[in-house]
């Protein structure tokens, strides 16, 4: 039979619209939309109602509410779940088994795993409140469960579940039949897609490729009373550092007598000892075992690549410089390495695959770790390139002789052998630009801080006869450095939220470096 339903429609400018419409229900259908018809975004009244909203047999809107009005928040999420994706609404209003949910979201239909979003759940009874740990796995959780009741009701999605939880040695309040669980608009928009995902949990910040133009217009400096003692500045400070990998901080205090980086680092985190200490000073000394610690020139290279995880985040500060010579310069090799995957991409896939092999040998230390140029955070072809790429390995002082198969293998992969060399040349031809690098005489009481796994740092040759170059240095693992933003970004949503609208080179820009697509 027939059913009339009543829709009301708050807009945007604070207007009510309503209008009738009908459909065809079935009682049990009616008994499982009976709640109170809520406020459901639009732009302005239709006198049309079949164009305001769209109520077919095989897709009807569930009434939703907002997270909030839209005059009160413009990024409120709007939900609602097409009841009739399910042929048949059981007695009592209960839905018919199904693997999935679809929910609208902005108008947007999405479709959920039902496991997916039972394990997602984040009461009270299945993240311990003061710990905020998990209390059962994912395998706990039978492949079969689907939701027995869902409706949207404050801004919330929620789903009372068919099956509990399996394992007999979960708490006992979470082995009850009928779990509930509760799902705000923004976790479901940001799960929607994987793209969304990464956006949303910042584990991938926004990246910003520069060369010595843009970065000469972009350089970021902060005093270091700010550093230490404003939490907004800070916030500020470290977005531009996901941003770019690149930061200075100025009048550091005199750290000859005190040294100044463990202090500089543990504002977003401890730092990361290695064989060289907690922190380390680089200054020309004879017989080196290390050619940092030379006058000699210190090409473009990236630290520590032969440990299993080398450190995210390097600091050095600058306590003295007199010589003659000694100058600093940066290169974005994530840039690189882009420019090559859009103008190249059976060359950029060698560079992702053919193993390197890093090592540190000497002092009664043998250090050793292969891994490939550019290593991918996801390498489907279905995310954005910015988001796939995840670090860069470069340093040449410290690069072993290469694993060889001198076998009849080794000839069907000679191929892939060369095109890797012509993506190593590539990528060192970028780097060796001096269009692409970004150059400063660091000055006493400077520190610069940089990601060690995208910016790859170098020093010129000086004359170590001219006077004093002492810097002291340190290192903070990139979980840490994230962290701190997502800490701050909370604090202080203003400065520390990253901003995720999305920045692209095209193949065009690539194109300018001279470099066209390979056969």
């Not at 709640?35 to 732009?43: I, Y």
């Amino acid at each position: 039979m027939a059913s009339t339903l009543r829709s009301v429609i708050r807009c945007t400018n604070g207007s009510r619209a309503s209008f009738t419409t009908s459909t065809r229900v079935s009682s049990a259908s009616r008994r499982c939309l009976s709640s109170r018809a809520l406020s459901q975004p639009c732009r302005t009244p239709n006198p049309n109602p079949r164009n305001a909203i769209k109520l077919q047999p095989s897709n009807f809107n569930f009434p939703t509410r907002q997270l909030s009005t839209v005059a009160s928040d413009p990024k409120a999420v709007a939900l609602e779940i097409p009841v009739f994706q399910f042929k048949d609404i059981l007695p009592h209003g209960e839905l018919p088994p199904t693997k999935t949910l679809k929910v609208n979201i902005d108008g947007q239909p999405f479709v959920f795993d039902n496991v997916f979003l039972r394990d997602a759940c984040t009461c009270n009874t299945c993240v311990d409140p003061s710990t905020q740990q998990k209390l059962f796995t994912t395998s706990d959780i039978p492949t079969d469960i689907y939701p027995r009741r869902a409706r949207v009701s404050d801004g919330r999605l929620k789903i009372e579940w068919s099956h509990r939880l399996t394992k007999s040695a979960i708490p006992e309040n979470l082995k009850s039949d009928y779990h509930w669980s509760f799902y705000s608009g923004e976790f479901l928009k940001n799960s929607a897609t994987p793209i969304a995902s990464v956006k949303s949990n910042m584990s991938d910040f926004r990246r910003i490729y520069w060369d010595k133009k843009i970065m000469e217009k972009e350089v970021f400096w902060i005093e270091y009373e700010d550093y230490m003692k404003n939490e907004v500045a800070l916030a500020k400070a470290l977005r531009h550092l996901s941003f770019y990998g690149l930061i200075f901080i100025r009048n550091v205090p005199d750290g000859r007598e005190v040294d100044q980086v463990p202090g500089l680092a543990e504002r977003i985190g401890n730092l990361k000892r290695t064989f060289y200490g907690d922190t380390w000073t680089v200054k020309s000394i004879p017989k080196s075992k290390n050619i940092a610690y030379t006058s000699l020139d210190l090409g473009l290279h990236m630290d520590l690549l032969y440990f299993e995880s080398p450190p995210g985040l390097q600091f050095l500060h600058c306590v003295e410089n007199t010589v003659t010579g000694g100058e600093s310069y940066f290169a974005d090799a994530m840039r690189a390495a882009f420019m090559i995957q859009a103008t190249s991409p059976t060359v950029f896939d060698t560079l992702t695959r053919f193993p390197v092999n890093f090592h540190y040998h000497n002092d009664a230390k043998h250090y050793r770790f292969s891994r490939p140029i550019v290593v991918m955070k996801n390498p489907s072809e279905n995310y954005h390139p910015q988001l796939g790429i995840d670090h860069i390995n470069w340093a040449p002082p410290f690069q072993a002789p290469f694993t060889m198969d001198n076998t009849g293998a080794m000839v069907s992969k000679s191929t892939h052998w060369r095109k890797f060399l012509k993506g190593m040349g590539q990528l060192n031809d970028q780097f060796e630009n001096p269009a692409n690098q970004y150059e400063y005489l660091l000055k006493e009481g400077d520190c610069v801080v940089f990601f060690n796994r995208r910016v790859l740092h170098a020093r010129k040759g000086f004359d170590a006869q001219s006077g004093k170059r002492r810097l002291t240095g340190g290192y903070v693992d990139i979980d840490a450095f994230e962290s701190a933003c997502r800490v701050l970004a909370e604090r202080h949503p203003e400065e520390g939220r990253q901003d995720t609208t999305g920045f692209e080179y095209l193949t065009e820009h690539a194109k300018d470096f001279g470099y066209t697509q390979w056969s």
